[in-house]
């Protein structure tokens, strides 16, 4: 099903369950290339989302600021390659919400465990707002917040469960947004108590 949660946000309920096994098994394979990691923000703060890349670019964070790289900083090497099925799904996506040809430069992985959250931020680092950003739930499920333009806009909740995928375009896409702590209870029977997402971005 597909349901409407913004402007040009579309919410496709189950759309990578049947690729959800396949999916699960390329992020074992990236991340014994480029492995989990938590980052620090510019502001000193331990991130309690891990994160790897895979594509042209990966988003990188430090002391120094946030930014899209081509190398992964602890290895010195480009990023795992975006597996075909990754694109081709992301493609599909955003295809069925609108967006024709959406062809991803950069996949952000975040790996949730027990109590690990992201609060409200906008994704800004791209050059082109005018792509959408896709996103692919897998494992536990979580509680997505999704506000407005402002920080102060109230807030929505979205179940985000296994399978789930969104499509992010237009003017949500500079949308505040994040999601709450991974429940204490929270589990999907192939991956636990932990919880990925993918976001398909186009970069440059
Ligand atoms: C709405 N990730 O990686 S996915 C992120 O569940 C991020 O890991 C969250 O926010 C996660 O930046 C939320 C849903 C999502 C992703 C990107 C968006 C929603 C978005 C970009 C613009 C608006
Ligand atoms: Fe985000």
Not at 1 to 11: H, N
Not at 131 to 140: D, E, F, K, T, Y
Not at 164 to 182: C, I, K, M, N, Q
Not at 187 to 196: I, N
Request: charged content about 15%.
């Amino acid at each position: 099903t597909k349901q409407q949660i913004g402007p040009d946000a579309w919410l496709l309920k189950g759309f990578a369950l049947s690729d959800a096994d396949a999916l699960l098994a390329a992020i074992e394979q990236i991340a014994a290339q480029a492995p989990f990691r938590h980052q620090v923000t510019p502001g000193g703060y331990t991130m309690s989302a891990a994160m790897s890349s895979c594509g042209a670019y990966g988003w990188v964070t430090d002391r120094h600021g946030y930014r899209y790289s081509p190398q992964d900083p602890q290895s010195n090497q480009p990023w795992p390659a975006i597996p075909a099925l990754f694109a081709e799904l992301a493609e599909r996506a955003a295809h069925s919400a609108g967006f024709a040809h959406f062809a991803p430069e950069a996949c952000l992985i975040n790996r949730y465990t027990t109590g690990a959250r992201m609060g409200l931020h906008q994704d800004k680092d791209e050059q082109d707002f005018t792509a959408p950003i896709v996103s692919i739930s897998l494992g536990a499920p979580i509680t997505f917040l999704f506000g407005g333009p402002n920080r102060s806009d109230p807030t929505s909740r979205w179940l985000l469960e296994h399978g789930d995928v969104v499509v992010w375009g237009g003017v949500s896409r500079l949308y505040f947004h994040g999601v709450s702590p991974l429940g204490k209870k929270a589990s999907h029977p192939t991956t636990g108590a932990v919880r990925y997402n993918l976001t398909f971005r186009k970069v440059r």
